[in-house]
């Protein structure tokens, strides 16, 4: 699958390095000083680069724990995230990396030690546990095979319990959370959709169905889970594909287990939206109806208020408000505005 690996002179014999490369034996390796010469160069592709990005490998030097946006949240009242990881195997039309960096390429940092670390820091400065969210540039557990990032971090959070984490993901590659006790401190949650939005705009991601089944196990394993519902996207027959969508993935899973719902709708900001519909012109999803507010570009508001109104109904009747963590606000009878978007 990888075919090209480029690896930091810095981190040409780290420990992580060699076990990376001992598992991608055909891969063509080259030597590079610095990851940003070749994944912040100007003029490049994105969109073919996407068909067969390569991977490199990096040290990452300062900034490792960040603060997370307002609509990062799963009630926790400190909150942050680290990218141990840039960019995603899968190719969702609607992610906005591909509106933020101008490489496809996969950039993983193997000093995951140094985010540790910086997490224990920022974690010493605060008064009460903080949520540590990994996914936010990348699928927290696509690359596991080779990154073996989930099964460090988990190791690591094991010992600090007053961190938090989220590993957000798509991904089915759950192997090495099974192989380890669960932890209290940890939520593995997936981004779900529904099966048509899915096929329609998440390329190469696994079915609803496999998502649910991952998170089945987890679940059984003593995980606690998270649904991120996150965007949700716009249909005319919306009610049924939702209802439908929502029906099947309550109806499997265990409520207990379940830590936290989040739901929020389509949302780029506007330099990003201007790049990736010049990425894919034709792409339907872009020629809805749309809002301009600060900043942000979002399905047009009445429309995104309805669809979000309606699932917000339909998540409250399986779990208490007080797991329901919507990403922006939604307006009390959201669900019955008439008005045409
Ligand atoms: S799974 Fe997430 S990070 Fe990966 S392409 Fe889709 S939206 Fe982007």
Not at 55 to 65: G, S
Not at 241 to 250: C, E, H, P, R
């Amino acid at each position: 699958m990888i075919e090209s690996v480029y690896i930091e002179e810095d981190v040409r014999d780290h420990p992580r390095t060699l076990e990376i490369l001992r598992k991608l034996p055909r891969a063509e390796v080259q030597t590079i000083q610095r990851y940003g010469e070749l994944f912040n160069r100007k003029r490049q592709n994105f969109r073919l680069q996407k068909q067969q990005p390569a991977l490199i490998l990096a040290r990452k030097h300062a900034n490792h724990v960040l603060s997370a946006p307002a609509d990062y949240n799963i009630g926790g009242q400190h909150n942050f995230y680290f990218s141990h990881l840039l960019n995603c195997v899968y190719d969702c039309r609607y992610c906005f990396l591909q509106g933020m960096f101008r490489s496809a390429n996969y950039v993983l940092f193997v000093n995951y030690e140094d985010f540790f670390e910086q997490i224990a820091q920022t974690q010493h400065t605060l008064s009460s546990p903080g949520w540590y969210f990994s996914g936010y540039d990348c699928d927290s557990l696509a690359l596991e095979p080779w990154s073996g990032f989930a099964e460090a971090a988990v190791d690591w959070f094991r010992d600090h319990p007053n961190c938090h984490i989220e590993l957000r993901t798509k991904s089915t590659q759950i192997r090495s959370l099974l192989k380890r006790p669960a932890i209290d401190n940890a939520v593995v949650a997936f981004s779900l959709a529904p099966d048509p939005v899915a096929q329609a705009l998440e390329h190469k991601a696994p079915s609803l169905e496999k998502r649910l089944d991952a998170l089945r196990t987890l679940a059984e394993a003593g995980w606690r889970i998270g649904l991120r519902m996150d965007p949700v996207i716009w249909a005319d027959n919306y009610e049924h594909v939702y209802g439908a969508f929502l029906d099947q993935v309550f109806k499997g899973l265990p409520t207990d287990a379940i830590h936290s719902v989040s739901l929020g709708g389509f949302r780029l900001p506007v330099d990003f939206m201007k790049t990736v519909t010049r990425l894919y012109p034709e792409e339907p999803l872009f020629a809805l109806p749309m809002t301009q507010r600060d900043g942000m570009v979002s399905v047009a508001h009445e429309r995104e208020q309805r669809l979000l109104g309606f699932c917000r109904d339909g998540i409250l009747k399986h779990v208490p408000d007080t797991r329901f963590f919507p990403c922006q606000p939604i307006e009390p009878g959201a669900a019955e505005i008439t008005a045409p978007g």
